[in-house]
């Protein structure tokens, strides 16, 4: 068994790289996936703190490429789902502390114990982007439907093709079906529309991310949330199973889906 | 020897380095060698490579430039004489000539009296950062996105959408044309005139854009005209 390694990326900052790769990674987890998230994001991490481990840091990705611990050491299991590992990354250092041959080197040695190795891509098109980049199998490039960040993914595409790492496929996080409705946010079909490459899936806006963020609980673990199925439905793609979009018009509210079952049955 | 078939020369802002003729690879382990060899000369330099006519993709000089960075140089710009290596360099964000900050007279100067026969034709999205730059025609064969620029001596046909910035006859040819099938350019250039693209209305549809008593003009594309 070997793992295959994704790398999620934006260019842009903000759009929710790290709230994929750890909802990504728990909802594979969650399916029976053995599954480490890496934190690339070295001076700025935060995955950690997504995933609500920060107090468990002893060693992180800096101490193992620089060989002060075992890089078993620097897993950090989660706390809700077996089989889910953390390699944080190291918060007194900087981008430079790592080299792309060191990602590749990493990831290798963890490609036989694991099913997959998601990779956290710092913002920017730099040195850490480069790192994050290097071991990938695969490369998702999530983006907002908001015209600078479909940009910024527009350059990322290239940069990544121009690397030879394939088409990247693409995630759209934090779409409102309301604003596209009222013709006040880009829609799915206008992003996809410029970017040309595959869609994985789409995140819509929830209230529940953010505090599910903040309390460091992944959303991907609460079935009621559409947010949530979002991101299983995301794992389920990667894992090769044909999951239509979700309908993202019917809201997320109880009262909602309970109105539009009443509705259909007239 | 191996150090005497790498040319070192100190420049402005950096080194230059010029591989003599032989295998690819070969020239490469030797500059890295020379460069493992010479390490404190080299730590924290910025080098110019010269590959003379080399075709290079993307991933030789991506490979390049991340073992130099591990030994921590980096590397500016690579000078080709190579349209594959200069676009591949382009690719990678490398500078591909040797000072951009003085902006020196094109060394092949566009050349507006063309033949009319030469031309360069991408069968690709062109992404934003993308830069093409010929002195022929240029054809594209797919999407040009916001952000992507296109630069000829001649005219520029699109087979797609234009949205990125597109300047034909950019040497002075006042007769050159853009066509795309949907003309939404973030701007448009013919010869020195500089037009920005008005909002669509409607159904996009092919157009073509020419210079009419020295203004850009947009007009919808017959067959036959």
Redesign the interface.
Known sequence: MSAKVITITSGKGGVGKTTATANIGAALATMGQRVACIDADIGLRNLDVVLGLENRIVYDLVDAVEGRCRLSQAMIKDKHIPDLYLIPSAQTRDKTAV???DMIRICDELRPDLDWVIVDSPAG?E?GF?NAI?PADEVIVITNPEVSAV??A??I???VE???KGTPKLLINRLNPEMVKQNNMLSADDVVD?L?IHLLGIVPEDKAVLISTNQGTPIALDNKSLAGQAYQNIARRLMGEEIPLLDLDKGSGFFNRISSVFGSGD | MQAQEIEIKGIKNGILIELKDGEWEDQKDALLSHIDDNLAFFKSARIVLDVGDRSLKSPDLSGLRNTLSDRDVKLKAVLSTSLVTERASQDLGLEIKLDESSPEPEKSPINSMLDGDEAIFLHRTLRSGHKVKYQGHIVVLGDVNPGAELIAGGNIIIWGRLRGVAHAGAGGDTSAVVCSLDLSPTQLRISDKISVSPPRKGKPHPEIAFLEDGQVTARDWAAGK
């Open positions: 080299s792309p041959s098109i040195r480069k290097a940009r910024d527009d350059r595409i290239g940069i121009a690397e030879e410029l040309a």
